[in-house]
């Protein structure tokens, strides 16, 4: 046990060690990188020392970086990755003998000013495509970036040429104007197509018949939406609290007067969206499916009453969170997650053998979580 107990600690110490070695490993070598969104190129930051090249004055080191940003619009959350140029200051370099400070931030700013359209443009093409498609989308339009800059470079003579090079500047940052990702201006290019929910709240039954008292407990339920209209969905609710008004035949004896009685209740719903605000969505329904009473007074004698039930109602949703997720997944693509808090009034009738037809009505309070799948 002891000798368990010392490679565990041991083991640990080392996985710590190696954990505080790779965040050192980060801070030395990403502590100098810059993106675009951080403020003009700081030629103080530049490591100094005269480029290889002869025709070199200045050697700018710029590349993309992308992580996953939340922008929140009107109380909708917008998930997507953003793609970002950075500047590594470790590799960028100037001629101290060559180089006109003035112009040598406008050269390199520029440079970064590309990279950047061509990381505005990679943001906007993977909010379009799944996840699997992200590294080429990257590889492609950090490609173009080098190329335009390698040609900037050369048309500008790498910063020598300060009348082209002004004019080059003043170019890049007018292609960089009105050009910044919006993800609810995407967001709107998609449609909600199918998709899942699933609720779960409480719910009361409340019967219009001298048989049997309304009962209270919880209900739960899985959807299934087909297209922007029509839905399928479960419904089921286990209640408790109710008695029988008078003696109630079984096929497994007699419910006497005054017991205690549970009821369950499951129905498939079929409906569609006939208001879909944005806070607000209206979702009538028809059902079908079995209601039942029963009562257990000991392991060996359980007596039930059960029949067919007809139901329609229609589910009042209030938008409690709405999320975007732009950001398109192999597995689950592009979707709308919503919270929702549902209110569910409806009436049933259920035909019980001996008892005859019941009416009752129905109200559930069910909190609800739904994503959509968006479809161009």
């Excluded at 899942?196 to 009962?215: E, P, Y």
């Excluded at 549902?342 to 049933?348: G, I, K």
């Excluded at 008892?355 to 161009?376: D, H």
Aim: charged content about 25%; some cysteine; glycine content about 10%.
């Amino acid at each position: 046990m002891n000798k368990i107990f010392s490679f565990a600690l041991g083991f640990g110490m080392l996985t710590a060690s190696n954990y505080v070695c790779a965040q050192n490993w980060q801070s030395k070598y990403h502590n100098n990188i810059a993106g675009w969104s951080q403020g003009d190129v700081d030629l103080d930051r530049f490591m100094g020392g005269k480029p290889k090249s002869d025709t070199a004055s200045i050697v700018v080191s710029s590349m993309f970086s992308s992580h996953e940003r939340c922008k929140k619009v009107k109380g909708v959350k917008y998930y997507y990755t953003g793609t970002e140029a950075c500047i590594d200051y470790d590799f960028c370099k100037l001629n101290p003998e060559e180089h006109d400070r003035f112009h040598a931030q406008m050269y390199a700013q520029t440079i970064l000013n590309i990279y950047e359209k061509y990381a505005r443009i990679a943001t906007a093409e993977k909010a379009n495509e799944l996840w699997s498609y992200y590294g080429g989308i990257n590889n492609f339009h950090s490609d173009r970036a080098e190329r335009y800059a390698k040609d900037f470079s050369e048309s500008v003579s790498y910063g020598k040429d300060t009348e082209e090079l002004e004019k080059r500047y003043a170019m890049s940052e007018k292609d960089l104007e009105g050009t910044e990702f919006d993800p609810v201006e995407c967001a709107n290019t998609f449609t909600e197509k199918g998709g899942v929910d699933i609720n779960i709240g409480a719910a009361g039954n409340f019967q219009n018949t001298d048989v049997l008292v309304n009962t209270f407990g919880i209900d739960f339920g899985f959807g299934v939406y087909f297209n922007k209209k029509f839905f399928v969905c479960t419904d089921m609710q286990i209640e408790t609290g109710g008695n029988a008004k008078r003696d109630i035949n079984t096929s497994k004896g007699v419910i006497e007067k005054g017991e205690k009685l549970n009821m369950c209740m499951i129905s498939a719903r079929f409906g569609t969206r006939a208001y879909n605000g944005s806070r607000v969505k209206l979702c009538p329904f028809l059902g079908l499916g079995f209601q039942g009473y029963y009562t257990t007074l000991n392991k060996d004698d359980n007596r039930e009453k059960n029949g067919l039930q007809f139901n329609a109602g229609i589910n009042i949703d209030f938008v409690l969170a709405k999320s975007v997720m732009l950001t398109g997944s192999q597995l689950f693509g592009h979707c709308s997650n919503y919270q929702i808090l549902r209110l569910t009034p409806s009436v049933s009738y259920t035909y019980f053998r001996g008892i005859g037809k019941v009416a009752s009505i129905n109200l559930a309070l069910s909190y609800n979580l739904r994503s959509l799948k968006l479809r161009k």
